[in-house]
């Protein structure tokens, strides 16, 4: 697929979870040509942005005719609902966008003769992101049967992602480690702040971190762009070798702040680890 907003003309579909994910997964389809026929909600109070169909009470949700169900709930009640959608005639497929489980999460779905897969957007969705351009470049983690593998591969490439197969068995570390990715850069960030305002230090301090950890995030991405693993970008005293600065850190850190110096030796030792693989 190029890409462009005729990519998925005639695809028609419906939309389970209008959250940030779903509400924006399913306008990128719009962007690239598909028709958004019916969404359901917790509620079916009207719709969810201008321009949406309104909300469909799940019970009631009947898809069969359409090319897809996109089903973006939380990973815990996918089970149910996918139940629940099995009792009335489904979509030709139905993908899910939950990152920690498989195609199986949709089995009721399956059995009822609806092809399942997922298609997981690794990136995050602080608030809707309605804008295709948002979808480029990021890579998609799809698995399924092959009508739903061949249709996730067609959204991603259409939105202008990458898809990639995460089978089964990698899916609950793969998602371990987008929260490493995400979520514990940011539990860094924080940390550092925290360390900042023990010392007294102005609260601009805590916003530096953040353009220093953009300028970091900036130079990983030319190292993969270069075909260099992401370790290659990895700065600091650990990565240079510096022995002595780091002792002095971890002094200084016991004193203030001695519940992080085991996160420190332990970024301290992964750091290690993983420059020794260059």
Do not use: C
């Amino acid at each position: 697929m190029d890409g462009t907003p005729a990519a998925l003309n005639g695809l028609r579909f419906s939309l389970v979870g209008p959250g940030r994910v779903g509400e924006s997964l399913a306008r990128w389809a719009v962007a690239a040509g598909a028709e958004l026929v019916s969404l359901a909600g917790r509620s079916a109070d009207g719709p969810s942005w201008p321009g949406a169909p309104p909300r469909t009470d799940l019970g009631e949700l009947a898809t069969a005719g359409q090319d897809l169900l996109l089903v973006a709930v939380a990973d815990a009640a996918l089970p149910d609902v996918a139940a629940t959608l099995a009792r009335r005639p489904q979509a030709l497929v139905a993908l899910h966008t939950a990152g920690g489980l498989d195609a199986s999460a949709l089995s009721h779905l399956r059995r009822a003769g609806t092809a399942v897969g997922s298609l997981h957007p690794l990136k995050a969705f602080p608030r809707p992101l309605p804008d295709l351009a948002e979808a480029r470049r990021v890579f998609f983690a799809v698995d399924g049967d092959p009508d739903a593998l061949a249709l996730a591969r067609r959204l991603a490439e259409a939105w202008g992602g990458v898809p990639g197969e995460v089978p089964p068995e990698s899916r609950t570390l793969y998602h371990f480690a987008a929260t490493l990715a995400a979520g514990g850069v940011v539990t860094l960030l924080a940390a550092a702040a925290d360390l900042a305002a023990r010392l007294g230090l102005p609260e601009a301090v805590a916003a530096g971190y953040l353009e220093l950890s953009r300028g970091a995030v900036a130079a990983a991405r030319e190292s993969l762009d270069r075909g260099e693993p992401l370790a290659a970008a990895i700065t600091g005293p650990v990565a240079r070798g510096d022995k002595a600065a780091v002792a002095r850190q971890l002094e200084a850190l016991r004193r203030v702040a001695p519940e992080k110096v085991p996160l420190a030796e332990e970024i301290a030792r992964e750091t290690v680890r993983l420059k020794s693989r260059l």
